[in-house]
């Protein structure tokens, strides 16, 4: 091993594995030598805050406002698209093809490759699985039926990120995991064989396959269990194949670093932005969709080019904004800036060389603004023959 926790022993054994393990040995020592980590633990180059100073009040009163709750959640089923057989086998035409299965987890078939963003599959983004935000609705496609999957990439280690039976469930489709530093603990904990691990600082790279993958910077933070300082990195990433190149933000705050990373790896065919749980009580680590508009188009170098894919939004319930609000400030971000955004069904595979189709979707079981839904398209909410419904799960 590298630096994982050895098997625990006492009150330590009662820690629920989820919690991961922190790193120790070699691992530590690699993490210590990054650039990013100051005075015992990783930071932001810019001085950042996870919650406001006063916001604690405020911030519970919104989240108690009746009204507030009520928008918080979809008031139909949530729509899934179940890829079929055939769509599975028909490799992407254009060599890159993309499925957004909810929240920030993205299957990328790119140049004969496939890779899993962010995959979480739990009911419940937590280290329990009797409390903590329950996902809305169910996943498209079962781990099994995603195999072959060559390569999976985390972001950070927050758990509607990285879901430790997830992890455990695709040990066995033989992928390659690449992560930000420190989380090869987590991944080795839970069983995931070393060999396959690869943990990667800001600005460093790994080839695998054809691909290259390459971790970028985020403003962000991690927190798992009772860990005390920011023990593990956060990152974007950047996969650049022979024909095509993909950028995934992770969960992030707006800041300079687009346009560098535009300028170093751009420009992209299709990125993956978070555009939703943003909160005025926590503006440094989360971006509205409008800061995640300017994050794309920041990332093409000033004028938005290739597709967008708003992620991070419709499946948990973690922040005072409505259910559908940050897909719809999206689209409308989209449409001043001239970007192309794909808004897809959960599961529905697109890819964006096409023609990019935006149906609102979401609107059919979403509480309405209160001065209504803008006009930005000709408003079609019938779903395809090919969608399958679940009930909206309580909490």
């Not at 989240?63 to 918080?72: I, V």
């Not at 992407?92 to 299957?107: E, I, K, Q």
Request: glycine share 10%; with cysteine.
């Amino acid at each position: 091993m590298t630096g994982s926790r050895p098997r625990r022993a006492g009150l330590s054994a009662l820690r629920p594995a989820s919690f991961g393990a922190e790193p120790t040995g070699e691992r530590l020592a690699r993490m210590r030598r990054s650039p990013q980590f100051v005075d015992g633990q990783f930071r932001n180059p810019i001085a950042t805050s996870q919650l406001l100073n006063g916001s604690a009040l405020p911030m519970a009163r919104t989240q108690l406002s009746r009204d507030g709750r009520l928008r918080r959640a979809p008031v139909g089923r949530i729509p899934v698209h179940r890829p079929t057989a055939e769509e599975w086998g028909r490799p992407p035409a254009s060599g890159l093809r993309l499925t957004w299965m909810g929240h920030s987890s993205v299957l990328a078939e790119i140049d004969g490759r496939r890779v899993l963003f962010d995959p979480v599959w739990g009911e419940r983004c937590s280290p329990f699985t009797w409390v903590g935000p329950k996902r809305m609705h169910p996943v498209p496609v079962e781990l099994a039926e995603l195999a072959p999957v060559d390569v999976v990439v985390i972001s950070h280690d927050h758990y509607d990120h990285l879901d430790m039976e997830t992890i455990q469930g695709l040990i066995g489709s033989g992928a390659a995991f690449v992560v930000p530093l420190g989380i090869g603990a987590d991944l080795e904990f839970w069983g995931v064989p070393e060999e396959r691990i690869t943990e990667l600082d800001w600005h460093e790279s790994t080839h695998l396959g054809g691909l290259t993958l390459t971790a970028t910077p985020a403003q962000h933070f991690c927190g798992r269990g009772l860990r005390g300082p920011q023990h593990t990195l956060w990152a974007s990433w950047v996969v650049a194949g022979p024909e095509h190149r993909i950028f995934h933000s992770g969960d992030t705050g707006y800041f300079s670093g687009f346009a560098e990373i535009g300028a170093q790896h751009g420009p992209f065919d299709a990125t993956m932005i978070q555009i939703g749980a943003y909160s005025e009580f926590w503006p440094d680590i989360h971006m509205t969709p409008e800061e995640g508009m300017q994050a794309h188009t920041d990332l093409s170098g000033g004028s938005p080019v290739g597709a967008m894919l708003p992620i991070h939004w419709g499946t948990f319930n973690l922040a005072p904004h409505p259910w559908a609000e940050p897909v719809e400030r999206t689209v409308a971000a989209a449409r001043e800036a001239g970007a192309a955004v794909v808004a897809p069904l959960p599961g529905k595979p697109f890819e964006p060389a096409a023609e990019p189709v935006l149906e609102p979707w979401w609107r059919a079981v979403a509480v309405p603004p209160v001065h209504g839904w803008p006009s930005w398209p000709p408003v079609r909410v019938t779903m395809p023959s090919t969608v399958e419904e679940a009930s909206t799960p309580s909490a």
